[in-house]
């Protein structure tokens, strides 16, 4: 009899390879939002295949509870937002390392004030020195062949 043992959070190889943008956007109701993009860099993929990257992604979204597609409910996961000071840090359930997010101060308030920020996990890579047109295309891609998951993180 063997045992496949699956560490309960993510992976460091994983933690390192993530890139992320944030910015700020407008709710259905017109109110203000956070936004939150993480992916994975292309080295990641770089050294397994595609498939194995995206298995790695969607248990990175398991530890935080689950996150949906585009065409679904976005749950509400459980407080994974983290301000310290003028930073804000992504824990993933299991994992011994936070994922410190690219601020702006405006955007942190914002955080702050709402205690709130839709985040969207992509599933295929984008190197972290993606600019904003390089952003926006990667999630008309990503919303159109269905690769975003989303959820809503919050700090309280």
Known sequence: MSVLLTPPGPELRL?????????????PDGREIAHILITH????????TAETAEARMRRLSASLGGLAGAREVIP??????QIVG??????????SRR???PTRRSWTELVARSGEAILLLGLDPL????????VDAYLDAALAADRLL???ARTR
Not at 41 to 48: C, D, H, I, M, Y
């Open 76 to 81: 509400e996961l459980e407080r994974c937002l």
């Open 99 to 101: 994922l410190r997010l």
């Open 15 to 27: 933690l390192v390879s993530l890139a992320a943008w944030t910015w700020t956007g407008t709710r």
């Open 127 to 134: 190197p972290q020195s993606a600019d904003a047109a390089k």
């Open 41 to 48: 860099t292309p080295a990641l993929t770089g050294s397994g």
């Open 150 to 152: 989303l959820g809503r």
């Open 86 to 95: 003028d930073q804000v840090l992504v824990h993933f359930p299991g994992a």
